[in-house]
Nanobody, 121 residues
Framework: QVQLVESGGGLVQPGGSLRLSCAAS????????MSWYRQAPGKQRELVAAITRSGTTNYVDSAKGRFTISRDNDKNTVYLQMNSLKPEGTAVYYC???????????????WGQGTQVTVSS
């Protein structure tokens, strides 16, 4: 089994910053892609940012220049630094990891429990 623990969400004023963390543990050989998604009320879940094991990153257009995704491969942890937050960034943020497990062929996808980010004055 693989467990993901997210932290760092909360209430922040427009223009403020938050840093999300997601730590993976359990039966893991390696993690290829680590990603952050978000889902606002009444909307579909969307990809916010992703990072490969080698550090290649990808961002949704609305996050470019304001958000930074990073990872610590030794700790199996992914971070999302969010600056200049806007009210439209209010959503539940989920991490997702693509894991190779020692006892199962192929790559398995796992989701965190989600952390609420609310941007409001």
């Amino acid at each position: 089994q693989v467990q993901l623990v997210e932290s760092g969400g909360g209430l922040v004023q427009p223009g403020g910053s938050l840093r999300l963390s997601c730590a993976a543990s359990g039966s893991i050989s390696s993690i290829s892609v680590m990603s952050w998604y978000r889902q606002a009320p009444g909307k579909q879940r969307e990809l916010v940012a992703a990072i490969t094991r080698s550090g290649t990153t990808n961002y949704v257009d609305s996050a470019k220049g304001r958000f930074t995704i990073s990872r610590d491969n030794d700790k199996n942890t992914v971070y999302l630094q969010m600056n200049s937050l806007k009210p439209e960034g209010t959503a539940v943020y989920y991490c997702n990891v693509a894991v190779t497990r020692p006892t199962r062929p192929g790559i398995s996808s796992y989701w965190g429990q989600g952390t609420q980010v609310t941007v409001s004055s």
